[in-house]
């Protein structure tokens, strides 16, 4: 009986059931292809749900909504499943509609004077323990050693800078 029931669902299913439960698949691909506030994938899930409604009432067998139902979850989830794949590591990666970049950019917030003291020399006016302070063309500014502690009147040279903060090491000689 329950297998009977669920071949009707593909012999006997009227041509409005299609139409609706087509659509809904089609507008949940639009929705995973277009960008945008979520229309087409509301569209789409409001034609499956209308679908298996008027299956319901047309056909009048519980079975074959409980059928019904588990087929459109099943299609609504694996489409999911692929563009977040395909968006990830497939074709749909690899267009203009995905986009890869992170919305702040790489440089933002680094100050383009820091950039500058990449190399130059200073004098460690606070001990680097490893965070201390070393004035650096006349400015005292917070620096972070890369090594051991650094004590106070050392000289430091400035060897990388990461979200605006001087990474420094000891160095052996004059200012």
């Known amino acids: 009986m329950v297998l009977e029931e669920f071949t009707k669902i593909f012999t006997e299913m009227y041509w409005v059931v299609i139409v609706l439960l087509v659509l ?3 507008f949940c691909i639009i929705e995973g292809v ?3 506030f979520g229309v087409f994938g509301i569209l789409g899930i409001v034609c499956e749900v209308a679908g298996i409604i008027v299956h319901a009432v047309l056909s009048g067998s ?3 909504v409980f059928f019904l139902v588990l087929i ?3 299609a609504t989830v694996l489409l ?4 977040v794949f395909s968006a990830k590591h497939g074709v749909l990666g690899s267009t203009p509609l995905v986009e890869n970049k992170p919305a702040v ?12 003291l ?3 020399r200073g004098v460690v006016v606070d001990e680097c323990r490893p965070v201390g302070k070393i004035k650096i063309e006349g400015r005292i500014m917070d620096a972070l050693s890369t090594g051991n502690i650094i004590e106070k009147n050392s000289v430091v040279r400035v ?3 990461k979200d605006n903060i001087l990474y420094v090491e000891k160095f052996e000689g004059d200012l």
């Open 24 to 26: 809904g698949i089609v």
């Open 34 to 36: 277009v960008p945008g």
């Open 62 to 64: 519980p079975w074959q």
């Open 72 to 74: 459109m979850t099943f």
């Open 80 to 83: 999911f499943l692929i563009f």
């Open 105 to 116: 950019p790489y440089d933002y917030g680094v100050d383009k004077h820091f950039v500058k």
């Open 118 to 120: 990449i190399g130059k």
């Open 159 to 161: 060897v990388k800078i």
